[in-house]
């Protein structure tokens, strides 16, 4: 398995350098990443269920694709890769928002990201790749919004923040 980097950034998202995954979310170093939610033509939200396996929140349910962009890689296309790496399919998207967050995802791993949210639109039937996804599904917004509330440690942490974002842009 090859090692995997970070980008490490400021609080204004400015480039500090690169370290290694593992040991950024090992010490809470705060880094790049983005999150896509892909939405279809109903306005139902497509949710991947990260594989068992994933070093941290595995089995937990979230948004349609969440990364990390490689040293030197645009966002947007960083976040296009990944949807065709883990999902099997890629739509045009646009980033709508960026948030920081810092959270404790449990065995001694701290997520401290600068996210980068996109939106896209698609009807497409993806294709996981199941190192990456366990499940995946489209679902409204209303029943998710109730979900999330009624059972929040089924999602990620990243995903409970990035979704209550979402929505307070989306009813402005």
């Known amino acids: 398995m090859s090692v995997e980097y970070v980008l490490l950034v400021n609080r204004n998202d400015q480039p500090l350098g690169t370290m290694e ?3 950024a979310h090992e010490r ?7 999150s ?11 949710l991947q269920k990260r594989a068992s396996e994933k070093y941290h929140s595995g089995g937990l349910w979230t948004n349609t694709v969440c990364s990390h962009p ?11 890769r990944r949807m065709n790496e883990e999902m099997g399919f ?6 709508a928002f960026k948030f920081i967050y810092k959270s404790d995802v449990g065995d001694g791993l701290i ?11 698609s009807n497409a ?21 109730k979900d999330v509330e009624d059972h929040p440690g089924h999602y990620t942490v990243w995903f409970i923040i990035a979704l209550k974002k979402l929505l307070k842009q989306t009813t402005k």
């Open 21 to 23: 995954k593992i040991t």
């Open 28 to 34: 809470g170093e705060l880094h790049r990443a983005f």
């Open 36 to 46: 896509v939610f892909v939405f279809n033509s109903e306005g139902e939200m497509m």
């Open 70 to 80: 490689k040293a030197g890689e645009e966002i947007k296309s960083a976040a296009i």
């Open 90 to 95: 890629t739509c045009d998207i646009e980033e």
């Open 111 to 121: 997520e401290n990201e600068f996210d980068h949210v996109f939106i896209g639109h």
């Open 125 to 145: 039937q993806p294709n996981p790749n199941p190192e990456e996804v366990e499940d995946w599904k489209y679902v409204p917004m209303d029943w998710l919004v």
